[in-house]
């Protein structure tokens, strides 16, 4: 009943910002009271996990380099920022950007997962090198397949994203119809990029500490909280996303827009709602 | 701008109801064309799941028993039943039963939750049990501290809900402002649940198959389907779930409730909308 009622504030026509501009002075800049802490309590998550995976490969596992047995560790620390942190971001932009243009925000948001892929592009080539080199079989486990299928969705949610919502651009109604199916999409994608990191950082510790994990070896206790953390970076971005009263509102210039299309598609005339 | 529209049609109060009756005749049965074959889909899904478990623990380890060293295989399946398809199944409650009484519906939401909890019980003696006797380490893997987390989250929250929607029952108001958090989490404990397991399951595969898993030994490829299934189960729940037009719509009584609590809190008359 909570979600009706909010519904009832927020959505509508213009019975719904009538009601709203009697409550105050209508202004562009409302956003919600608690939204700014919660997205700083993410990045602040977001960039621990990034540097806690730093420390991870620089403190046990030799460091980073290119060309070396270490090209292997450019993998996870590309992924989880790619696929966990710019992701993330992505998904955020139109909550933290609510009173910009659409267009910015939207292109906004295709960039971040611009960076993302190609980040996490150069992850991909490292340990495909890295198994060539040592003679490893490639997409035998569960983490590979996991994150294969990542990659393939990533890519096909980003063109169809792109081709309707930017360019060519697809007409409004299909973009109303599409648009609640990309943003589960996304949110799906996201999830599912989390959770193979979390069987990768698994992998990667029990092919290397073996029974040594179980005695509480200081690099299993480091990365079982790096672990949590991703779990809980990820459920606060999923908090923020799915919060009614947090979603972008409508700016003028659409909300006059989403008007036609109503008296159009409902012969109904905007002041009758 | 869909999901606006869509919340016009069905939240608010009498305006968008008499629009809904102006559209066809009202029925208390107006249930979404698609929802029943997402639901089957979803069941169906989870039944393959739990066979699939109870295969591969059949086919390669040995089958199940309590009083044995073959009690460890009653942790996997007790997890996938209770914390993955009845947990799953539990959340789906109130879009599967959309006309019949609020109450009804909450005790069933509440009663498949412990079933999950009672089966995940057994699981969770299991486990400890098998270690205590082989003297393996309790509690040092990044699966073990997300199964108990997913333990913990589960019970407060069951705890919570119960005490609020059911017995004693708080307050229409804190109702109303605890049930977004209440679907969220739960969503979020599922999820979480979902993770758990997948990270069991590498687990086991490469404590047991060691590198025999890069040489797509049938047991690793019929794992690995499984936790791919296992990750489509949990999408498909979700996006029941989420879909906006598939929530619960309102039963005349608590309309009439909510009509009620609006004209009391906003000093508005039902009729001026």
């Not at 609510?98 to 295709?110: F, S, W």
């Not at 969705?153 to 990309?182: D, E, I």
């Not at 599912?192 to 979390?198: E, G, R």
Request: proline share 4%; hydrophobic share 50%.
């Amino acid at each position: 009943m909570w979600r009706t009622l909010t519904c009832t504030l927020t959505a509508g026509g213009s019975a719904a910002s009538s009601r709203l501009s009697m409550e105050g002075p209508a202004s562009p800049a409302r956003a919600p009271g608690a939204l700014p802490y919660y997205v700083a309590f993410s990045q602040l998550l977001g960039l621990i996990v990034v540097a806690m995976t730093g420390a991870w490969l620089g403190m046990y596992r030799g460091g980073i380099a290119w060309e070396s047995a270490l090209q292997f560790n450019v993998h996870p620390l590309c992924m989880i920022i790619g696929l966990v942190f710019l992701q993330g971001d992505a998904l955020l932009v139109y909550r933290v950007f609510r009173n910009e243009a659409k267009r910015t925000t939207k292109v906004l948001h295709g960039l971040l997962h611009v960076f993302a892929f190609v980040i996490a592009l150069v992850g991909l080539v490292a340990v495909f090198e890295h198994h060539r080199k040592k003679g490893y079989a490639d997409l035998y486990s569960l983490h590979s397949w996991c994150g294969i299928l990542v990659f393939a969705l990533f890519f096909a949610q980003w063109l169809v994203g792109f081709s309707f919502f930017l360019f060519p651009g697809a007409s409004f109604s299909l973009r109303s119809r599409y648009r609640p199916q990309h943003v589960f999409f996304g949110a799906a994608i996201f999830l599912l990029s989390v959770a193979t990191a979390l069987l990768g950082l698994k992998e990667a510790l029990l092919f290397e500490l073996g029974t040594k994990y179980s005695m509480f070896e200081p690099e299993g206790v480091l990365a079982n909280v790096l672990g949590l953390l991703l779990a809980t970076f990820a459920t606060v971005i999923l908090y923020i996303l799915t919060r009614a009263d947090w979603k972008r509102p409508l700016q003028a210039e659409e909300q006059a827009l989403s008007m036609d299309f109503k008296t159009l598609t409902e012969g109904d005339s905007p002041s009758s709602q």
